[in-house]
T-cell receptor, first 114, second 115 residues
Framework: AQTVTQSQPEMSVQEAETVTLSCTYD???????LFWYKQPPSRQMILVIR??????QNATENRFSVNFQKAAKSFSLKISDSQLGDTAMYFC???????????FGTGTRLKVLA | EAQVTQNPRYLITVTGKKLTVTCSQN?????MSWYRQDPGLGLRQIYY???????DKGDVPEGYKVSRKEKRNFPLILESPSPNQTSLYFC??????????????FGEGSRLTVL
């Protein structure tokens, strides 16, 4: 069965600094997507970034980028120039493309300090 | 505006009193799913539906029912709620695997308390 592990329950970072959130997953599938979702205090779940497993190039969205290591089954999120609005819970998620079954990690609560 | 709408947003009920949480999307998405979020456990999938009349169990389906009679609606039914179903519930939708990228569009969540 697929699993997603986020080993950092809480993290903090100073405003304008860079922080990396870690995520590892386990699967025997070859075709899948990986995601990072953000959940601010408003509770709304928002997609941050998406990576397709067959693409070797790491995805980037403005200040957000990933380090995707397929062989190691690792999918970390780097936030550059952290802003107060980045304060949120971040969830790593795996989706197997054949079944559309989604597995989420337990989340990392990030606090950006002024 | 493209959105996923859940109702009610907040509900306090008592053990055994049947309730339904509605979910509706206006994006013509084939895929819809329900999750519960509990502290320290992240989001866990309850049920999902690949299209009308097609539903499948997720990781935690016990105590829940769903139906998908129309493409836009995917209600979650708790026939006999118990206190361990106290949780934050999310409905989400997505395009099919043939048309989409797997991105989930979430509703705003429904906070359910069972006394």
């Amino acid at each position: 069965a697929q699993t997603v592990t986020q080993s950092q329950p809480e993290m903090s970072v100073q405003e304008a600094e860079t922080v990396t959130l870690s995520c590892t997953y386990d699967t025997s599938e070859n075709n899948y997507y990986l995601f990072w979702y953000k959940q601010p205090p408003s509770r709304q779940m928002i997609l941050v970034i998406r990576q397709e497993a067959y693409k070797q190039q790491n995805a980037t969205e403005n200040r957000f980028s990933v380090n995707f290591q397929k062989a190691a089954k690792s999918f970390s999120l780097k936030i550059s120039d952290s802003q107060l609005g980045d304060t949120a819970m971040y969830f790593c998620a795996f989706m197997e493309t054949g079944t559309y079954k989604y597995i989420f990690g337990t989340g990392t609560r990030l606090k950006v300090l002024a | 505006e493209a959105q996923v709408t859940q109702n009610p947003r907040y509900l306090i009920t008592v053990t055994g009193k049947k309730l339904t949480v509605t979910c509706s999307q206006n994006m013509n998405h084939e895929y819809m799913s329900w999750y519960r979020q509990d502290p320290g456990l992240g989001l866990r999938q309850i049920y999902y539906s690949m299209n009308v009349e097609v539903t499948d169990k997720g990781d935690v389906p016990e105590g829940y029912k769903v139906s998908r009679k129309e493409k836009r609606n995917f209600p979650l039914i708790l026939e006999s709620p118990s206190p361990n179903q106290t949780s934050l519930y999310f409905c989400a939708s997505s395009l099919s695997r043939d048309r989409g990228t797997g991105e989930l569009f979430f509703g705003e969540g429904s906070r359910l308390t069972v006394l």
